[in-house]
């Protein structure tokens, strides 16, 4: 929440293929929002970390292939052309194991994992909207990181709904579910993560 609507109407990838460069939106359900100013650097180096780590992990002969934002990920309705897909995220990272989700444009179908870094901006948006989004077109393992609170918050899918969140400590290390042989070490990050509260 939080973020400004581009307008009242209902937008389409195809809209939003024409629009300039100067500001990226996402769009939920045709609504299009306005992604906040660039992040804070603690974001982009929990990000950047996290594909660094997945991405050195796999290895060139998985079939699993990590990407970072930006990058359009189109989630339609069954059979629905791009023109007309109304919805259009970009998370922080992702990993897709099916080759043929990808395109030049992006990815086309819910990713198999996917990485939100919150920030103070956008930490609603991600929990709520973008959360039950990536629910709804069944994004296996969802990941929102907290860098702040030095706290992640695991959603995997069952039976097509988000079960009850694991959250641990960014410390030690955590495995990705849907691809194992994936560990994040925290510690790679723990000098630049910001003091814990009390």
Avoid: F
């Amino acid at each position: 929440m939080g973020l400004p609507v581009r307008d009242n109407e209902h937008h389409t990838y195809g809209d939003y293929r024409t629009w300039d460069d100067d500001t990226r939106y996402e769009l939920i359900d045709g609504v299009a929002y306005a992604m906040a100013p660039a992040p804070l650097r603690i974001h982009q180096e929990v990000a950047g970390e996290i594909y660094y780590q997945a991405r050195q992990k796999l290895g060139p002969e998985s079939a699993c292939r990590v990407l970072i934002a930006p990058l359009d990920v189109r989630l339609p309705r069954a059979g629905e052309a791009d023109d007309r897909v109304d919805t259009v995220l970009q998370p922080d990272v992702l990993a897709v194991c099916n080759p043929d989700q990808l395109d030049e444009r992006g990815v086309r179908g819910a990713p198999d994992w996917v990485v939100e870094v919150l920030s103070p901006a956008t930490a609603g948006h991600d929990q709520i909207h973008k959360r039950r989004v990536y629910e709804h077109h069944g994004v296996a393992e969802l990941w929102l990181v907290h860098p702040t609170d030095r706290l992640l918050t695991i959603y995997r899918l069952e039976a097509g709904e988000y079960g009850k969140p694991e959250i641990v400590e960014l410390e030690g290390e955590t495995a990705v579910g849907v691809m194992p042989e994936v560990v994040i070490q925290w510690e790679a990050l723990a000098d630049r993560l910001p003091e814990a509260g009390p």
